[in-house]
């Protein structure tokens, strides 16, 4: 099944399936009953000092997005439960970054659509 990703500040909807925040940090202003989070992966988000270091500055982005992977590649078990997860239930990755396009769930998805091709 496709995983996809979407704000935390967008109203969570039944298509959502389960809804993992995968920021180390709860979002602002974000009320935990409202969010509808399932899961919250902090073991999936980034290091705080990857995050802290990436600050959101686009010519960063590769960077961040080759450091995370090999922050990723430490936390396998995790991976693996979200893979396995993926492949049984409709998965969205919250996250709470104004960038849309450049976040750690969009680093993560690229992640996992990665592994799951090497699966397949």
């Known amino acids: 099944m496709p995983i996809r990703i979407k704000r935390v500040y967008d109203p969570p909807q039944a ?20 969010a509808k989070v399932t899961q919250w992966a902090k073991d999936l988000a980034p290091s705080d000092q990857l995050r802290r270091w990436y600050g959101h500055d686009p010519e960063r982005w590769d960077e961040f997005r080759q450091r995370y992977f090999r922050e990723l590649e430490t936390r396998q078990e995790a991976v693996d439960n979200l893979l396995a997860r993926a492949a049984s ?3 969205t990755l919250l996250f709470a970054a104004r960038d849309e396009r450049q976040n750690n769930a969009v680093a993560l998805l690229e992640y996992l659509q990665q592994r799951q091709g090497q699966r397949g």
Do not use: H, N, Y
């Open 15 to 34: 298509a959502d399936g389960c809804r993992i925040l995968v920021d180390r940090i709860w979002p602002r202003g974000v009320k935990k009953e409202e």
């Open 89 to 91: 239930e409709e998965l």
